[in-house]
């Protein structure tokens, strides 16, 4: 059971209606976004595209520049309108690189529209459905739906089909090495208004993990946060079958709200026999790489609470189509979050557009994703959700002034 009362394995129980609404916005983005500033789709300014480019900055960024954030991506219609996203070596994928990102959005886009905005990023080509979302389209689709929201002057989420205005968040950790560092900052996230954490056990030196340190590290956690708070575990993957079984009924005693890709995803027996034998929710679809991959994971009965990165699935299309096949099979989505500010954006707006979304995943320290081109940050607010952005298109500005100054060339 969710700590909101929303059954984990509850069938067909979401609103169907709900799930189809939101259909039109990824099939015909541009009706849905015309619609939405009470326009025609012939009242829009012209979106065809004119130019790709890069933006190279000069590092350091920040603290994060050994992942590769120092490229922005641009698109740029014939109006004026610039769309954003940042470009990055984020995730392990087997079809993952932005070293080409540039070339291949040049052929792809050149003389096309915004407009065209499904048929741009589509993965429904066998060769892309064998092997996965090429992640060259994921950043083609974030810049896109930046310049359509700009285009009709609002916030991405509400073209998409705006549910909510804000998103309760929960402090995802870092993986800390002591069990003292965890409790400290847990202690620090419920003191800044945080309602619950994520604990990402300790790595050790080559890679390996200690399961029984883990567990000690989820005892201490508990006890430091009281009983009331909401606590999360995510070993990322690392657990044998028999680990994870061993660490799942601690999460059951100590009345954890989700328990994370314990084992590989690839295990797909294994996940069954642990939403099986747990009545910890299990996680999975960070490490899903297509959207026609989840099915076999709901069919089967694999996973309880579905999750995905839009940068491995096509882009925030992808992943509100992945949205609402969870939410057509009463499950709830737990969209991933991990990085800079456009990072935390593209995957936010689809958590204000879906129905069946309860978290907000943000890193902590708050501001480890910051980048001084932007003039907006994300924070949660005293409640501890974090509100909707209200600037038009992924809603969290650059500063072009700092952007310039730490643009070192352009690549075109």
Not at 2 to 14: D, E, T
Not at 121 to 141: C, F, H, K, M, N
Not at 177 to 190: G, I, N
Not at 265 to 274: F, M, N, P, R
Request: charged fraction near 25%; include cysteine; hydrophobic fraction near 40%.
């Amino acid at each position: 059971m969710s700590p909101y009362g929303v059954s984990r394995r509850r069938f067909f129980g979401a609103s169907t209606l709900g799930a189809l609404a939101g259909v039109s916005a990824v099939t015909e983005p541009a009706r849905a976004a015309a619609q939405a500033a009470g326009a025609k789709p012939a009242d829009l300014p012209d979106l065809t595209i004119k130019e790709v480019k890069v933006y190279n900055l000069e590092p350091p960024v920040s603290g994060l520049t050994n992942r590769g954030y120092n490229q922005v991506a641009a698109i740029v219609t014939e109006s004026g309108i610039e769309g954003n996203y940042t470009l990055a070596n984020r995730y392990f994928h087997p079809n993952w690189s932005n070293l080409g990102w540039l070339d291949y959005a040049k052929a792809a886009l050149a003389g096309k529209s915004v407009l065209d905005l499904p048929a741009l990023t589509s993965q429904w080509e066998p060769s892309r459905r064998r092997v996965g979302q090429l992640s060259y389209a994921s950043a083609i689709d974030n810049c896109l739906w930046d310049i359509l929201g700009k285009a009709v002057g609002l916030p991405v989420y509400r073209i998409l089909g705006a549910y909510r205005n804000r998103v309760l968040a929960y402090a995802r950790s870092q993986h800390h090495k002591t069990v003292d560092a965890f409790v400290t900052e847990v202690q620090r996230s419920k003191a800044e208004g945080f309602k619950a954490y994520k604990i990402h056990p300790p790595s050790l030196a080559g890679g390996g993990h200690d399961y029984k340190l883990d567990m000690e590290v989820a005892k201490a956690v508990r006890k430091a946060a009281g009983d009331d708070f909401i606590l999360l575990l995510d070993p990322v993957g690392v657990y044998t079958r028999e680990e994870a079984i061993k660490v799942g009924r601690l999460m059951d005693e100590l009345n954890f709200a989700a328990y994370e890709d314990p084992i590989p995803t690839s295990d797909i027996e294994g996940l069954v026999e642990l939403c099986r034998a747990l009545d910890v929710p299990i996680h999975i679809g960070e490490f899903i790489s297509s959207i026609y991959d989840f099915a076999e994971y709901i069919r089967r009965g694999a996973v309880d609470v579905v999750r995905f990165v839009v940068d491995n699935i096509g882009g925030i299309c992808g992943g509100m189509k992945v949205a609402r096949l969870a939410e057509c099979f009463g499950l709830e989505c737990a969209p991933h979050n991990w990085g800079e500010v456009l990072d935390h954006a593209v995957h936010f707006h689809c958590e204000l557009a879906m129905p069946n979304n309860v978290w907000f995943d943000m890193t902590v320290p708050q501001g480890a994703g910051d980048r001084p081109y932007f003039k907006d940050r994300i924070r949660i607010a005293p409640d501890g959700y974090v509100y909707a952005p209200t600037k038009a298109g992924l809603g969290y500005e650059i500063d072009r002034d700092i952007l310039d100054k730490m643009t070192k060339s352009i690549s075109r």
